[in-house]
């Protein structure tokens, strides 16, 4: 058993704090190793308490504790107690200032928490329990305080940066400099910022709505400095639909934005110094896709918008963490929707929800939006906290509509600017803005799981109605057995036989009303009937993914490919014909475990050809309505599920659709791709080469030279890196007898660039080829790869687990392997470490063979000394 076996921290214990801060004063001297940090804390007895003085108790861990003083005293070892997590003052007074100085070791943090230097750079990352490793401090975020911060260092860090407005800056003795900052607005610790280092600096300035001028700063590394204008205009992008949307104007003088390329996350949203990984700043059509640039875009959205929704107004305690991700991933989702294509995006956001959110909640590690009780809170930065919290949101705006969701939005803010609240304070805000009572609705942040909502239908000819029985389930999760109805928004559409809209008509009411209808289902089981339906109607149920749900509708076959060619809904098209895909491909699944033939039967083949031959839709969309489930979608609606079989049925799918329709993609292909015009983000362009590249991949899977001559002539004179990643991506999957030549060429000529450099290890560990698995190895003893970097630890190591067949071979070395790396991780950086082990949690949906020798390794693990993040996923995972 690990001695770090952490304690459970519960949502019903939350206490207000004793002690509440008003300023901060902080005063830096950087060095390398010995970095000193001295803190003058200005703190009063809250009201809130009782009037009862209590004893001091700071967070602090791994600080070389120099001195204490109180009120300007310094107090003797027996007067304060020192422990491993915290600093203990047992008598203070009710208003008192401390002033407390350490010492840290930022070249040796590998865990990149707290205060770090990585390649020649200091840095901080505080959210969630960062700050604890800078001073002793109440580190959580229900403390705000005004900071005041001075950076000293030697001049060899040009550039020294916090929060807020620079105040002043100067020469001091022995080639040193400073900085003093003040942020005026009121935050939590875990939104500080500090990052010293020999930067160059690009700006812009944005006008306000209310005519104020803000000075734009994106401070990177030298060799960066020609890959930042897509960030640049991004950042102002986002300004300005913050503005137009919401009604939202930025409240600083100044907006910066840092790229450091050793970061655990994508990006910070420290107050007005916002820290990134440089995968999510660094841009150019030499060097970057476009789903690279829209990554870009959705993720600076995304930092600026917590201004408000997460700075401004806070989360009270971790719990709350969906108050400020959940909101704040909905709005960046609907800049990217405004900015592109807002039908692609919405596929997107919802097969990301499908392939990693609904398998974390039919999992070990399933947790309510709000979560009831946590270990390691680091462990709780998932994709239920924010892309599940995402669709709550969503329902919110789709039960009350967009504008009074806007007033409420408002309000929230106006009630709350400068505090720290909860999700029930949101919530509020939602009802009072909309006039609706949202009660039955908050079980969405309280339970967790996906609930299953059943429709039938039953259309009377006569009578010309059609009534709809929907009912919804959930099942038990841990710490659940039980679960209450949800409150579900489900969006309804009627297409007649020419496919075309019906106006709906709900019993009772006068008139017919819009083509799409939302029905409230708040119970176990609701009837509703539609009046004046004047022929059996095809159904489109849960319009643009209406809520969060695993849908189950009697629906044939034939109606699926009849709206996957019809429905107006952009969303339920795609839909239709993934739900269609997902039938053949597990019939499939079945006959292949049965000893059988299988392959994909003429109505679908036929119903993917004719959308293959669609000239009407938007490129983009035709993308996403061609490309078959993924193997770990398959996965999920299999128990015991056997990933090699997944990899050659799917496999077998596409090749079988390439054969049938080889000259039309053959035709489609040469039509889409060129190299004669400049690079364009516009929609058009993105829509026209995704389809070009979707078509060579398709045809390269049926190994032809010709194809792969193609694809060779492709990579060699591509003008932007989609097309040339698109080629080498193909090629590297591929027999091709140029395929090693691509590899090393493309290493030789990209290896100084570290994100293109992380493709170049995700693509080979990704590959189906029979001998990936021992390519993994070899890449692992890489000059190029290294464990200090998380985005090269999840270029090769994550997208090794997301190679199903790959990595669950079946003698269980795929395990090994990943667990060796796990273990190496664990001991420099906790958090990447815990965050690779999440396919180790999945291990009852596997075949018996595999399941075993998958508990087998966890077991074995739990008995080593792990980190608390390590040790809550694995013990977890066998509770």
Not at 28 to 42: C, I, K
Not at 138 to 163: G, H, M, W
Not at 330 to 337: G, I, L, N, T, V
Not at 815 to 836: C, F, H, K, S
């Amino acid at each position: 058993m690990s001695k770090n076996t952490p304690e459970t921290i519960y949502l019903k214990d939350y206490k207000t704090p004793a002690y509440l801060l008003d300023q901060v004063e902080l005063d830096f001297h950087l060095y390398d190793s010995a970095t000193r940090v001295s803190s003058v804390l200005h703190l009063s007895l809250n009201p809130d308490r009782g009037g009862v003085l209590e004893p001091l108790v700071l967070d602090g861990e791994q600080l070389q504790l120099l001195e204490v003083k109180l009120d300007g005293n310094v107090l003797a070892t027996d007067q304060y107690c020192q422990s491993d997590v915290s600093l203990a003052i047992p008598k203070v007074p009710e208003t008192f200032t401390l002033e407390i100085t350490t010492e840290i070791d930022p070249l040796n943090n590998t865990a990149l928490e707290g205060l770090y230097l990585t390649s020649g750079n200091f840095c901080t990352q505080c959210e969630a329990q960062g700050f604890r490793r800078i001073t002793y401090y109440p580190d959580r975020p229900d403390v705000l305080a005004k900071f005041r911060v001075r950076i000293e260092a030697d001049k060899q860090y040009s550039v020294l940066l916090s929060n807020g407005n620079l105040l002043e800056q100067g020469d001091l003795a022995a080639g040193r400099h400073y900085a003093v900052w003040e942020d005026p607005f009121r935050k939590p610790c875990y939104l500080f910022a500090l990052v010293a280092g020999d930067l160059v600096c690009l700006e812009d300035h944005y006008t306000t709505a209310s005519g104020r001028d803000v000075l734009l700063q994106i401070y990177v590394e030298e060799r960066n400095s020609n890959y930042c204008d897509h960030a640049m205009l991004s950042l102002k992008k986002s300004m300005q639909w913050d503005e137009e949307t919401f009604g939202l104007e930025y409240d600083l003088d100044r907006f910066m934005i840092v790229a450091v390329d050793d970061f655990n996350m994508g990006a910070m949203e420290n107050k007005g110094l916002n820290i990134f990984n440089s995968k999510y700043v660094l841009a150019h059509p030499d060097t970057a896709t476009d789903n690279d640039y829209l990554g870009v875009e959705s993720v600076i959205g995304h930092e600026y918008f917590h201004n408000w929704t997460g700075n401004r107004v806070t989360c009270r305690d971790w719990f709350q963490l969906s108050l400020k991700e959940g909101l704040t991933v909905f709005r960046d989702q609907q800049f990217s929707a405004d900015m592109n294509s807002a039908a692609v995006k919405r596929i997107d956001d919802v097969r990301i929800l499908r392939q990693f959110q609904f398998p974390e909640d039919a999992g070990p590690m399933a947790h309510p939006v709000r979560p009831a009780a946590y270990q390691e809170i680091n462990n709780f930065y998932t994709t239920t906290i924010y892309n599940k919290g995402a669709e709550v949101i969503r329902m919110m705006q789709t039960l009350i509509g967009e504008e009074k969701f806007i007033a409420g939005v408002q309000l929230y803010l106006q009630r709350h600017d400068g505090s720290a609240v909860t999700c029930d304070d949101f919530v509020k805000a939602m009802e009072d803005a909309g006039d609706i009572d949202l009660t039955t609705f908050k079980r969405w942040y309280s339970q967790a799981g996906t609930p299953q909502v059943r429709i039938e239908q039953s259309y009377d000819a006569a009578q010309q109605t059609l009534t709809l029985k929907i009912s919804q389930e959930c099942a038990a999760t841990p710490g659940q057995p039980q679960k209450e109805p949800f409150h579900i928004p489900v969006a309804i559409g009627f297409l007649d036989a020419t496919g075309r809209d019906m106006p709906l008509r709900l019993r009772g009411e006068a008139k017919l009303a819009a083509t799409t209808r939302i029905l409230e289902l708040t119970q176990s089981v609701q009837e509703f009937t539609f009046v004046a339906v004047d022929q059996q109607p095809i159904l489109s149920p849960l319009r643009g993914f209406s809520a969060p749900v695993r849908l189950h509708c009697d629906v044939s076959d034939t109606d699926l490919a009849f709206r996957m060619a019809h429905d107006s809904d952009s969303f339920n098209r795609w839909e239709a014909g993934q739900t269609l895909a997902l039938h053949e491909l597990l019939r499939m699944y079945d006959d292949h475990r049965q000893g059988q033939s299988f392959a994909l039967q003429p109505i679908f083949v036929d119903a993917w050809k004719e959308a293959l031959t669609d000239r009407q839709v938007d490129k983009s969309l035709l993308t996403q309505l061609l490309t078959l489930p993924s193997e770990q979608y398959l996965a999920d609606h299999l128990q015991g599920y056997d990933p090699q079989i997944i990899r050659e049925v799917r496999d077998q799918a596409i090749i079988q659709l390439a054969q049938s329709a080889e000259p039309l993609l053959l035709q489609c292909y040469q039509q889409c791709f060129v190299t004669d015009t400049d690079y364009s983000l516009a929609p058009a362009q993105v829509g026209q080469r995704s389809f070009a590249n979707f078509c060579l991949d398709m045809l390269m899977a049926l190994n032809g030279q010709e194809i792969q001559q193609l694809c060779l002539q492709q990579y060699r004179s591509a003008t932007n890196m989609t097309d040339r990643l698109a080629a080498f991506a193909a090629l590297v999957d591929s027999s091709a007898a140029e395929r090693q030549a691509i590899i090393d060429d493309f290493y030789q000529q990209w290896q100084q660039h570290p994100l293109l450099l992380d493709k170049w290890f995700s693509l080979q560990a990704l590959s189906h080829r029979p001998d990936t698995f021992s390519v993994v190895r070899d890449l692992l003893q890489h000059p190029a790869f290294t464990l200090k970097n998380p985005n090269r630890v999840r270029a090769l190591l994550g997208a090794f687990y997301q190679n199903l067949s790959a990595f669950h071979r079946a003698d269980g070395a795929g395990y090994q392997l990943l667990i060796e790396q796990i273990m190496q991780l664990d001991q420099r950086n906790p958090q990447v470490a815990a965050r690779m082990a999440a396919p180790l949690t999945r291990w009852k949906s596997l075949e018996s063979g595999r399941r075993e020798l998958l508990k087998a390794v966890l077991v074995r693990l739990q008995q080593l000394e792990l980190s608390r993040d390590l040790y809550e996923i694995i013990n977890k995972s066998l509770s």
